[in-house]
């Protein structure tokens, strides 16, 4: 949950980690969370209010997350939204999720707007998107399984890692050495699609041959398999549409490796590289705000009270 004055200045952004409570059972258990989501939103959006020293009436417009994602919690979320919206009587917003983690490098670096590559790497999603100005998205690669942050955290029950396993593997791989094993780079020369569950077989094909791997080398050696993928696309696309910033958004875009292997390539090409704080880049309210509000203030777009939530929702919706 959280509040914004005019869509840019972050009152208040406050996070419910259910990390904890997925960590059991090695990923997200929907029921599990939507329950969880019913407990907790009321509480948090109180909570939210009175660290933004604000009231229910100052609340000029309410956005909500109503897709990609998982039925249930965007179902609870949906709803929430619009007993506000009903009960205020203020206009009420749809937001796409991934749109959304696009806004967090507006909150982050106003300075720095479009025409940018936006990379958009997650545990759900791994996207290239260019960006002519906010409100125009054109999907120009995406992965064909899964997700780069899937590949971690599923390499990461291969090695009895917990969940999430990303933080935990880069935390790892600092100390490692990358090029310990050679690791494929699933279509690092072919277009700009990806794909990660090549890696994680291949992984998994050598943890069997090798039982007791030096921890930190294969975490490290993994990792930039990874990054490789990811920097190699993103810098490709961005030399096709002449494109001279590149944005990374989403849980991946913390990733340490990452974020230094990405900077030195692209400093090396003359293409800047932003990426948000830490706590912007995974899911946030504050993101999901700043999109709903240029949404209704710039776009002139605003949802009924019969908005559905949609866990398919296109990228670009």
Same mark, same amino acid.
């Given at each position: 949950?959280?509040?914004?004055?005019?869509?840019?200045?972050?009152?208040?952004?406050?996070?419910?980690?259910?990390?904890?409570?997925?960590? +059991?059972?090695?990923?997200?258990?929907?029921?599990?969370?939507?329950?969880?989501?019913?407990?907790?939103?009321?509480?948090?959006?109180?909570?939210?209010?009175?660290?933004?020293?604000?009231? #229910?009436?100052?609340?000029?417009?309410? $956005?909500?997350?109503?897709?990609?994602?998982?039925?249930?919690?965007?179902?609870?979320?949906?709803?929430?939204?619009?007993?506000?919206? #009903?009960?205020?009587?203020?206009?009420?917003?749809?937001?796409?999720?991934?749109?959304?983690?696009?806004?967090?490098?507006?909150? $982050?670096?106003?300075?720095?707007?479009?025409?940018?590559?936006?990379?958009?790497?997650?545990?759900?999603?791994?996207?290239?998107?260019?960006?002519?100005? #906010?409100?125009?998205?054109?999907?120009?690669?995406?992965?064909?399984?899964?997700?780069?942050?899937?590949?971690?955290?599923?390499?990461?029950?291969?090695?009895?890692?917990?969940?999430?396993?990303?933080?935990?593997?880069?935390?790892?791989?600092?100390?490692?050495?990358?090029?310990?094993?050679?690791?494929?780079?699933?279509?690092?020369?072919?277009?700009?699609?990806?794909?990660?569950?090549?890696?994680?077989?291949?992984?998994?094909?050598?943890?069997?041959?090798?039982?007791?791997?030096?921890?930190?080398?294969?975490?490290?050696?993994?990792?930039? +398999?990874?990054?490789?993928?990811?920097?190699?696309?993103?810098?490709?696309?961005?030399?096709?549409?002449?494109?001279?910033?590149?944005?990374?958004?989403?849980?991946?875009?913390?990733?340490?490796?990452?974020?230094?292997?990405?900077?030195?390539?692209?400093?090396?090409?003359?293409?800047?590289?932003?990426?948000?704080?830490?706590?912007?880049?995974?899911?946030?309210? +504050?993101?999901?705000? +700043?999109?709903?509000?240029?949404?209704?203030?710039?776009?002139?777009?605003?949802?009924?009270?019969?908005?559905?939530?949609?866990?398919?929702?296109?990228?670009?919706?």
């Amino acid at each position: 949950m959280a509040v914004l004055r005019h869509g840019r200045h972050v009152l208040a952004s406050l996070v419910y980690s259910q990390t904890q409570l997925h960590a +059991a059972f090695g990923g997200v258990v929907p029921e599990v969370a939507s329950r969880d989501h019913l407990r907790k939103l009321p509480i948090l959006a109180e909570q939210a209010l009175h660290q933004a020293n604000v009231r #229910w009436p100052d609340i000029g417009v309410v $956005a909500v997350t109503r897709g990609p994602g998982l039925a249930g919690p965007l179902l609870v979320g949906v709803s929430y939204a619009k007993g506000v919206a #009903w009960t205020r009587q203020i206009p009420l917003v749809g937001v796409n999720h991934l749109e959304a983690h696009l806004f967090a490098h507006q909150l $982050a670096h106003p300075d720095a707007p479009p025409p940018l590559l936006g990379l958009i790497v997650s545990g759900g999603h791994t996207s290239l998107v260019s960006v002519p100005t #906010w409100g125009d998205y054109r999907m120009i690669g995406t992965t064909r399984d899964d997700a780069a942050g899937e590949a971690l955290d599923k390499f990461g029950r291969l090695i009895g890692l917990g969940y999430p396993a990303g933080p935990e593997i880069d935390r790892l791989a600092a100390d490692g050495d990358p090029s310990a094993i050679r690791f494929p780079r699933p279509m690092v020369e072919s277009g700009l699609d990806m794909s990660f569950a090549g890696l994680k077989t291949s992984a998994s094909y050598w943890l069997k041959e090798h039982p007791r791997p030096p921890l930190k080398d294969l975490c490290a050696s993994y990792l930039e +398999a990874v990054v490789d993928v990811l920097c190699e696309k993103a810098l490709r696309a961005a030399r096709r549409l002449e494109m001279t910033r590149i944005v990374v958004v989403g849980g991946v875009a913390a990733n340490v490796r990452l974020r230094a292997v990405l900077s030195s390539r692209a400093e090396e090409r003359g293409v800047e590289v932003c990426f948000p704080p830490p706590e912007l880049c995974t899911d946030n309210a +504050a993101m999901v705000a +700043a999109c709903g509000y240029d949404r209704f203030a710039e776009r002139g777009e605003r949802d009924t009270l019969r908005l559905r939530p949609d866990p398919s929702l296109s990228w670009d919706t």
